[in-house]
């Protein structure tokens, strides 16, 4: 994952994460990810008017006038559509997000933040290769949680 992340350095890459969770009892009632496919995604980050509806295009507007796909990433929805879609019909989810700072840290940066419309997973890797898991809540009081343990199972279709 972090070769295909780190591919499109300088610029960052992106990907869905795609697998199902359960809640472990004990000790904490955390939750445990399997991450059963990462979708690659292409970074649409621009500061260019993008050809997606009248709510995104003002979006990007006001956000992507600041930073570049050097610091900064998003995902196409019609992409987000898609993997929703097929996970769905293998019984899973889309648990979040994987992303890379060829230049920064593994952890979510202030725009990365910013950008949280949902909670969810969010990994970073940099170009360092360090590799680390947030869980993002929707509450901006709320600051990122490290997942200490993450159980990766990337699944190949034949
Ligand atoms: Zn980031």
Redesign the pocket.
């Known amino acids: 994952m972090s070769a295909d992340l780190l591919s499109t350095s300088p610029d960052?890459g992106c990907a869905l994460l795609i697998g199902d969770k359960e809640k472990l009892i004990s000790p904490n009632s955390t939750w445990k990810f399997c991450i059963r496919f990462i979708w690659p995604c292409c970074n649409i980050w621009s500061n260019q008017k993008i050809n997606l509806n009248d709510w995104n295009n003002s979006f990007v507007e006001q956000v992507c006038k600041k930073g570049s796909k050097r610091?900064?990433?998003l995902l196409d929805p019609r992409e987000q559509i898609y993997a929703q879609k097929w996970a769905r019909q293998k019984n899973w989810e889309v648990l979040g997000t994987a992303?890379s700072?060829p230049h920064?840290e593994s952890k979510?940066?202030d725009?990365?933040l910013d950008m949280v419309s949902s909670e969810g997973l969010m990994i970073?890797v940099n170009g360092a290769q360090s590799i680390r898991a947030w869980w993002l809540s929707n509450d901006p009081l709320t600051p990122p949680q490290e997942l200490k343990y993450i159980i990766s199972d990337q699944y190949i279709e034949n």
Do not use: K, L
């Open positions: 960052e610091n900064r990433f992303h700072h920064g979510p940066s725009s990365d970073i």
